[in-house]
T-cell receptor, first 112, second 112 residues
């Protein structure tokens, strides 16, 4: 079974731009969660989608948004990029709550 | 807010030794715990999980122990191998939510 796939793997943007990251979950998984990983803050939860609905949201500004499609694939968008948004963005999928979340290898976003 | 923490940032062991990585959690509402391994350039890899109705669970060369009385979680790796070198994270999940709260991570270094 294929794992979680995230594209692109690397991205370089400048301040003020916006970016869209994509995640394809494991087949059959309906829950998709997004996390931000930085050396200073570690892994922090962004939001979770289940059946195209946002079910939980972390403590991030409204510049961070996401969506999920009917095939469970998910995208996250960050608008008006700031230097502090440089991070590894990780997507994880699971069957449902309280089930193991399996991660992709992330998108490394660098803001210049 | 409450978060999961780790006692040791770096653990160095010799190949063949047993390794123990510890984790303290503070949220008494957490009922599901996961250990992840993260290698350089990759996303977190699921190792083993345990639910709050258990105090021990074994996998292949790994054992997770849960002590709810003192809110402590540990990961034991038997016969540690150089390929086990990575950063290990514990994560907690509160019942009914899909949000994982991660600890800061422990780097395990295995010398041949």
């Amino acid at each position: 079974k294929a794992g979680v796939t995230q594209t692109p793997r690397y991205l370089i943007k400048t301040r003020g731009q916006q970016v869209t990251l994509s995640c394809s979950p494991i087949s059959g998984h309906r829950s998709v969660s997004w996390y931000q990983q930085t050396p200073g803050q570690g892994l922090q939860f962004l939001f979770e989608y289940f059946s195209e609905t946002q079910r939980n949201k972390g403590n991030f500004p409204g510049r961070f948004s996401g969506r999920q499609f009917s095939n469970s694939r998910s995208e996250m968008n960050v608008s008006t990029l700031e230097l502090g948004d440089s991070a590894l963005y990780l997507c994880a999928s699971s069957l449902n709550r309280n089930q193991p979340q399996h991660f992709g290898d992330g998108t490394r976003l660098s803001i210049l | 807010g409450e978060s999961v923490g780790l006692h040791l940032p770096t653990l160095s062991v010799q190949e063949g030794d047993n390794s123990i990585i510890n984790c303290a959690y503070s949220n008494s509402a957490s009922d599901y715990f996961i250990w992840y391994k993260q290698e350089s350039g990759k996303g977190p890899q699921f190792i083993i999980d345990i639910r709050s109705n258990m105090d021990k669970r074994q996998g292949q060369r790994v054992t997770v122990l849960l002590n709810k009385t003192v809110k402590h979680l540990s990961l034991q790796i038997a016969a540690t191998q150089p390929g086990d070198s990575a950063v290990y994270f514990c994560a907690e999940n509160i019942e009914g939510y899909s949000t994982l709260t991660f600890g800061k991570g422990t780097m395990l270094l295995v010398s041949p």
